[in-house]
């Protein structure tokens, strides 16, 4: 039987939220599916991070520590993953859609011969098959693809599945060495500039408290970043902001930024154009402050709060702290 | 150096999206179409190499159905040098389809240069530029903020993830535009009248073919309705209430 392999995306040794998301989806599918589970971990750390995917369910996991794989490219990394699904015999490749997946699942796919089914939010099994939601449009639809090839590579959204749990009796973990050759490594990585910091990237996080135009300036963002604080999240803005140059694209929430599904998302001063919404309206509970009760962000929002962002964020950041401190 | 910018036709970002009577498609009345504005990026940034002298021609490669003729015509406008539009015959096409047809035209244009807006906002998917960049052998940079020629590399800025990294990659290479890299220009009145004597070629492009295909399209479920909680910050004490009671998130 053809198997599942999952690609965990790690950092000293340490995986990252959306690969135990992409453990737990393959671990429901192998049962499903009644196909065996592996994994592959790449560069430095990856024996740990291995040893981690072997506690969550999977029978074999390879790791590659080569000299040729210590900084990730598409073309090395995708080709350590091609061989490892060849290796151990799978057909479906899934991978979290962090930036490097969302480089990595084109990169596998032309290594496998196949499209690649980008940025998944949900999977059903029907005769033996996978059929894939995905969010088209920013997630102004949903379509449902099926892969009709032999081989699957499939990335799934940070947030829209379920971590696995560790448990079970722990697989086996191997070196592997897929022969990443020079010519995958003609990228050179010279020097990183604002070196992140700790900090969660807006498409994993659980809390995302935006800032739109009703911030008047960028020197009123420090209200969004205490409320960010305040419920433990990270501050995203809407577009407008941006185009303003009030707060980089990095946080921008949209179409044409970033889509976000957190478990609670807070929209301050933002009125909700179809864009914004778009990047969004996915999010488990949404809370919007704003001072027209008209404005269309009111329409997706579970509690809307009708008023002055510059009376109301404080009170609430008071308030947040107040609840969780008792 | 030679400079090839591949653009799709999407709806534009303000789309009130339906889908389409066959259930897999959006419905394309009342859509206004345009360039993909991550597309339109590359190109400005295309153009701007162009102007400092890094790129002696700029040529835009589209693949699409025969409208698509008018965003080719506006790439024009805005001043790229020439334009292919592989005209599409129909048919379920994925992502590894559309990059073999755009990587057979690639390699008869020899661009030393490929430019892609980093994903099409219409299917999301981000696939097609590392797919086209595998098919031609050559490296691909995603997210690119900032960019310099070089002779025989381009040093390139990316964004990933909180961080900026500083890449050089040889050339030829394929990159893709990240917002930031460049803010598109609108066409002039005379480089609308200039692009009228542009080349232009329209051919069919190679037949489709989909190892993924939709299946079915639908609508996001419609959030139950959401509660007003109230007015001014008296309604905060309620909406905290909510949030730990109701909701449970805190």
Known sequence: MPGILVYVEQAGGVPRKASLEALGEGARLSKALGAPLSAVAIGPGASAAAAEAARRGASRVLFVDTPAAKAFLPASYGRAIAGAARALDATLVLLGASAQGKDLAPAVAARLGTSPVADATGSAVEGGKVLWTRPVYAGKALARVVNEGPVTVASLRPNAFEPGAPGGAAGAVEAFDPGIPESDLKVILKEVLAPAAKRVDLTEADVVVSGGRGLKGPEHFHLVEGLAAALGGVVGASRAVVDAGWRPHAEQVGQTGKTVSPKLYVALGISGAIQHLAGMSSSRCIVAVNKDGEAPIFKVADYGLVGDVFEIVPALTKAVLAAKGG | ?250
């Open chain 2, 1 to 250: 150096m030679i400079v090839a910018v591949c653009i799709k036709r999407v709806p534009d970002s303000t789309t009130k999206v339906r889908v389409a009577a066959d259930g897999k498609s959006i419905d394309p009345a009342g859509v206004e179409w345009v360039i993909g504005p991550y597309d339109e990026i590359a190109l400005e940034a295309a153009l701007r190499l162009k102007e400092g002298g890094k790129a002696s021609r700029v040529c835009v490669l589209c693949l699409g159905p025969k409208e698509a003729t008018k965003e080719v015509r506006t790439a024009l406008a805005m001043g790229a040098d020439e334009g292919v539009l592989l005209v599409d015959g129909g048919g379920d096409r994925d992502a590894a389809s559309t990059a073999q047809a755009l990587a057979a035209e690639l390699k008869a244009q020899n661009a030393d240069l490929v430019l892609f807006g980093w994903k099409a906002i219409d299917s999301d998917q981000a696939a097609v530029p590392h797919l086209v960049a595998a098919a031609l052998d050559r490296p691909c940079v995603s997210f690119v903020t900032k960019l310099e020629a070089g002779t025989a590399a381009m040093m390139c800025h990316r964004e990933v993830e909180g961080a900026t990294e500083v890449v050089e990659v040889p050339l030829p290479c394929v990159l893709t535009a990240q917002k930031g890299l460049a803010e598109p220009r609108y066409a002039s009145l005379k480089g609308i009248m200039a692009s009228k004597k542009k080349p232009l070629v329209e051919k069919p492009a190679p037949a489709a073919s989909a190892a993924v295909r939709t299946v079915r399209m639908d609508l996001p479920p419609a959030r139950p309705p959401g509660k007003m909680v109230g007015k001014g910050v008296e309604a905060v004490p309620e909406l905290v209430r909510l949030l730990r009671d109701e909701a449970k998130l805190l």
